[in-house]
C-alpha cells in the first residue's frame, strides 16, 4: 500500500515571494508521482507529474518538483508565486505494480498568497 | 480542450434516499474513476472501471455503491440509501489508453440530510 504525507496544512506567502510545499510518500513499490492544483469550486487538475527519468520535473504555471528516492520525498516549488496561484494543492502517488491504477492522495495544502 | 463534467454540482438529499451522480469522461478514453473528499479529509479512491466492468474498488465502496456506463458517453455512481456520512465531494476521473494520467471534472458535492 502507498500512503501520502503534506505536512503543511497551510502555507500563507507574500507574492512574488518563494515558496515549497512538502510530499513524502511511502510505497513497498515503486511509484509515479503527481501535483494537483485545485482551484476554489474547480476539479482537480494535474500540475506536473514524475514517471521517470530527470528527477526534476517542469509543470504548469512555473511550479517544478523535484522526485528525491533516497527521502522519498516530491517537493512542489516555485520562484515566485502570484495571487492567483491561491489554490489547494494535492501530492499524490500511483504504484507502478501491483496497485492498480488508483491514485492515493495526501491531505493537502492551502496555498494563500498575499500582498 | 476536453475535459470531464459532472453534473449536478450540488445535490442534497434525505438520509436512505438513492442518488445518482452522472459523469461525461473525456471522448477516447477508456478508464474511469471515481474518488470522494469528505470535508477537510484527504481524496479517497473509490473505484476503477475499464472494459463495462470494475477493475479495482476500495472498502469504502460497499454493496450500497454502483457504477455502470450507461451508454458510450455516460458514467455514473449509483448511492442505493444514502447515510450521513456519504455526505462528500465526489470527483469522477478518467484516463486515456497507454497514459497515465488521470483527468478529474469539477466534482459533485453531495449533502445528506
Known amino acids: 500500500a502507498q500512503s501520502v504525507t503534506q505536512l503543511d496544512s497551510q502555507v500563507p506567502v507574500f507574492e512574488e515571494a518563494p515558496v515549497e510545499l512538502r510530499c513524502n510518500y511511502s510505497s513497498s513499490v515503486s511509484v509515479y508521482l503527481f501535483w494537483y492544483v485545485q482551484y476554489p469550486n474547480q476539479g482537480l487538475q494535474l500540475l506536473l507529474k514524475?514517471?521517470?527519468?530527470?528527477?526534476l520535473v517542469k509543470g504548469i504555471n512555473g511550479f517544478e518538483a523535484e522526485f528525491n528516492k533516497s527521502q522519498t520525498s516530491f517537493h512542489l516549488r516555485k520562484p515566485s508565486v502570484h495571487i492567483s496561484d491561491t489554490a489547494e494543492y494535492f501530492c499524490a502517488v500511483r504504484a507502478l505494480t501491483g496497485g492498480g491504477n488508483k491514485l492515493t492522495f495526501g491531505t493537502g495544502t492551502q496555498l494563500k498568497v498575499e500582498l | 480542450e476536453p475535459e470531464v463534467t459532472q453534473t449536478p454540482s450540488h445535490q442534497v438529499t434525505q438520509m436512505g434516499q438513492e442518488v445518482i451522480l452522472r459523469c461525461v469522461p473525456i471522448s477516447n478514453h477508456l478508464y474511469f474513476y471515481w474518488y470522494r473528499q469528505i470535508l477537510g479529509q484527504k481524496v479517497e479512491f473509490l473505484v476503477s472501471f475499464y472494459n463495462n466492468e470494475i477493475s479495482e474498488k476500495s472498502e469504502i465502496f460497499d454493496d450500497q455503491f454502483s457504477v455502470e456506463r450507461p451508454d458510450g458517453s455516460n458514467f455514473t455512481l449509483k448511492i442505493r440509501s444514502t447515510k450521513l456520512e456519504d455526505s462528500a465531494m465526489y470527483f469522477c476521473?478518467?484516463?486515456?489508453?497507454?497514459?497515465?494520467?488521470?483527468?478529474f471534472g469539477p466534482g459533485t458535492r453531495l449533502t445528506v440530510l
Open positions: 476521473a478518467s484516463r486515456g489508453l497507454g497514459t497515465d494520467t488521470q483527468y
Open positions: 514524475y514517471l521517470s527519468g530527470s528527477t
